[in-house]
T-cell receptor, first 111, second 115 residues
Framework: DQQVKQNSPSLSVQEGRISILNCDYT??????FLWYKKYPAEGPTFLIS?????DKNEDGRFTVFLNKSAKHLSLHIVPSQPGDSAVYFC??????????FGKGTKLTVNP | KAGVTQTPRYLIKTRGQQVTLSCSPI?????VSWYQQTPGQGLQFLFE???????NKGNFPGRFSGRQFSNSRSEMNVSTLELGDSALYLC??????????????FGPGTRLTVL
């Protein structure tokens, strides 16, 4: 059974618009929530994280939202840039595994 | 500061063989974790080592093992390779703190192909 679901395998947006990436989870034991992005032939790169006691965290163009009652995590990128095109993974810390990852959403930002 | 390095970057083996992958963490990081990435299963946690001891373990068979040395460098071994072991193996290092978010930094991975 999947503890984490990224239901959209791909997302395409125009440059300058908002990109919204989503994750749903089932394990209430998670206490930290992270987003990574991955370019081909590279390892994942850490983007931003949020603690379970918060509902929003911002870092420049990136904002992460946590809705604990709905067990839902989202990442907003505003404005989107072509260099943001990558695969984005949500990841969860706090269970028995070091990090539990979603299967990723491929974001394409069109010029 | 140098990032996480993994060697080799690419490897081709045949079924039944065994393989050892190596990971050098970021200087000062004491925790090293290993992950397997496949198209079907995504990124899955294998195990974590901290101060030369395995601290966490994922749901993988005993053919997958690892170790960590006193300088925090880590190796991962897979014995009796199967076709399904073909994957990208990623190593990640972190400070290893148990309180707070323990942000992991990933290496570029080792692409293992089993024929």
């Amino acid at each position: 059974d999947q503890q984490v679901k990224q239901n959209s395998p791909s997302l395409s947006v125009q440059e300058g618009r908002i990109s919204i990436l989503n994750c749903d989870y089932t394990n209430s034991m998670f206490d930290y929530f992270l987003w990574y992005k991955k370019y081909p032939a590279e390892g994942p790169t850490f983007l931003i994280s949020i603690s379970s006691i918060k509902d929003k965290n911002e870092d420049g163009r990136f904002t992460v939202f946590l809705n604990k009652s709905a067990k839902h995590l989202s990442l907003h990128i505003v404005p989107s840039q072509p260099g943001d095109s990558a695969v984005y993974f949500c990841a969860f810390q706090g269970g028995s595994e070091k990090l539990v990852f979603g299967k990723g959403t491929k974001l394409t930002v069109n010029p | 500061k140098a990032g996480v390095t993994q060697t080799p970057r690419y490897l081709i083996k045949t079924r039944g063989q065994q393989v050892t992958l190596s990971c050098s963490p970021i200087s000062g990081h004491r925790s090293v974790s290993w992950y397997q990435q496949t198209p079907g299963q995504g990124l899955q946690f294998l195990f974590e080592y901290f101060s030369e001891t395995q601290r966490n373990k994922g749901n993988f068979p005993g053919r997958f093992s690892g170790r960590q040395f006193s300088n925090s460098r880590s190796e991962m071994n897979v014995s009796t390779l199967e076709l399904g072991d073909s994957a990208l193996y990623l190593c990640a290092s972190s400070l290893g703190e148990l309180a707070g978010v323990d942000t992991q930094y990933f290496g570029p991975g080792t692409r293992l192909t089993v024929l």
